[in-house]
Nanobody, 123 residues
Framework: QVQLVESGGGLVQAGGSLRLSCAAS????????MGWFRQAPGKEREFVSA????????YISDSVKDRFTISRDNAKNTVYLQMNSLKPEDTAVYYC????????????????WGQGTQVTVSS
């Protein structure tokens, strides 16, 4: 069992930055691949970025490429999403998730989800 708690969301102006954190409970964090998804009002939850358990592979959505960076610290049981050059269209609830399999873009492959953190970007 893994419990995930996101933090770091908030209100920011366009062009600004935020760093999301996702703290995981349990001693098996380092064996899970981790992902970030987001869901805007009235839209499907969509893939943002993912990182494998050893940090050797990272995946990023084209919509946030060159602006967002995923990282993880297995010693701290935490995964991060650094978001720069934020745009109003990045406004959404951001969720982190843990996967024991690894099809990084597939929501169904993720076993555990956090409660989400709201990110609002004003124009």
């Amino acid at each position: 069992q893994v419990q995930l708690v996101e933090s770091g969301g908030g209100l920011v102006q366009a062009g600004g930055s935020l760093r999301l954190s996702c703290a995981a409970s349990g001693r098996t964090f380092s064996t899970y691949h981790m992902g970030w998804f987001r869901q805007a009002p009235g839209k499907e939850r969509e893939f943002v970025s993912a990182i494998n358990y050893s940090t050797s592979r990272k995946y990023i959505s084209d919509s946030v490429k060159d602006r967002f960076t995923i990282s993880r610290d297995n010693a701290k049981n935490t995964v991060y999403l650094q978001m720069n050059s934020l745009k109003p269209e990045d406004t959404a609830v951001y969720y982190c998730a843990a996967s024991s399999g690894f099809r990084p873009f597939e929501r169904s492959d993720y076993d555990y989800w956090g409660q989400g953190t709201q990110v609002t970007v004003s124009s």
